[in-house]
């Protein structure tokens, strides 16, 4: 699914890295542990989050993640906008809840990250 659907699907606004909307991405990861983003996030993700810590963004960092969905029409400060867009991470925010918005991308093609994609059947 491309960043151009997920900001369609969830009525989404771009406030930073408003490069290459057209990328591809294969599955949405909705958390707010960062520790858990970290521990099981394998694969090109959306991150779904409530947080609007910078460690979103050093997380994201880390494991190579081009897009962050902010819900619950949380707005993040200047210092974490500069940071995505220093690194060219795109970051939308949308009013949907974390379940919401993880509801209307998974009833319109994107599936979870999983911690064992083998081991299940959609």
Do not use: W
């Amino acid at each position: 699914m491309q960043l151009t659907q997920i900001k369609e699907i969830l009525d989404a606004q771009v406030i930073a890295g408003k490069g290459d909307m057209n990328q591809e991405i294969d599955f949405g990861y909705g958390c707010d542990l960062m520790s858990d983003v970290l521990a099981y996030v394998q694969n090109n993700i959306v991150l779904l989050t409530g947080l609007v810590h910078p460690q979103v963004i050093r997380t994201a960092e880390m494991l190579d993640i081009k897009a962050i969905v902010i819900v619950r029409g949380k707005e993040p400060g200047s210092d974490l906008i500069e940071m995505a867009n220093r690194r060219d991470l795109v970051i939308m925010t949308t009013k949907h809840s974390l379940f919401t918005a993880s509801g209307l991308l998974f009833k319109n093609g994107l599936i979870g990250e999983e911690i064992a994609h083998n081991e299940l059947t959609f």
